[in-house]
């Protein structure tokens, strides 16, 4: 599948769910993707990508950022502490704050710079143990606090289980975005973003539909 036939998907399914779909962002999902394939990408006019790691994303977009204009990257991975500075240089926005002790730093280090990315919570709503993200029923709580330090929250971000239906999961997460005054929903990957157009989301990231299947990388 193409850059160009998933544009074309994505339309479809705003269309079917009489939505915009210019409120729909894609984000092509970059991560242990060659560099030829991010080029490629690149040079078809798309601008907005996801990374998963910190330094990986520093070593690939650090010298992609001179030579195109406009491109604005995402971290749609887990963040640790340690990486907060630099991920405050290079990512336009932050898909997974996910524990207060982050929040706290994260929120340190952006009234230090006085900008901020857009902030998006993850939310886990399959509470599975092994995942990252906020537990469904400390979600509001959480959102509160982020608040409480200044934190400019934009949005909610789900990783479904891989085993359940992704709508589901889709709802509570708008369910819980809904309630809290919040408009952004980073929800739908390759196999079911249209399901997650349906559903209200946003921002939506796609990787192998458009880059074809990951090379895993070595020593990153």
């Not at 998933?6 to 984000?27: C, G, M, V």
């Not at 998963?52 to 992609?64: H, M, P």
């Amino acid at each position: 599948m193409s850059l160009s036939q998933i544009q074309s998907q994505i339309s479809k399914a705003a269309q079917t769910a009489d939505r915009a779909s210019a409120n729909i962002n894609l984000l092509a999902v970059s991560k242990v993707q060659p560099l030829d394939r991010v080029v490629s990408v690149l040079n078809q006019g798309h601008r907005l990508f996801g990374e998963n790691r910190v330094q990986e994303a520093q070593e690939r977009w650090t010298d992609l950022f001179p030579q195109y204009d406009g491109i604005s990257v995402h971290l749609i991975g887990p963040l640790q502490t340690n990486k907060i500075k630099l991920a405050l240089d290079l990512f336009d926005a932050i898909h997974s704050i996910d524990r207060p002790k982050l929040a706290a730093k994260l929120a340190s280090e952006i009234q230090t710079r006085g900008t901020s990315p857009e902030l998006f919570i993850q939310i886990n709503t399959g509470e599975e143990p092994q995942k990252a993200g906020c537990l469904p029923g400390d979600a509001d709580a959480f959102i509160a606090d982020c608040r409480a330090m200044d934190l400019q929250i934009s949005g909610l971000m789900v990783i479904p289980p891989i085993d359940q239906e992704p709508s589901l999961h889709f709802a509570l997460l708008r369910k819980i975005a809904e309630r809290n005054g919040l408009s952004g929903l980073s929800m739908g990957m390759s196999a079911d973003f249209e399901r997650a157009i349906a559903l209200g989301a946003t921002h939506i990231r796609v990787g192998s539909a458009i880059f074809g299947q990951r090379i895993p990388a070595t020593g990153v």
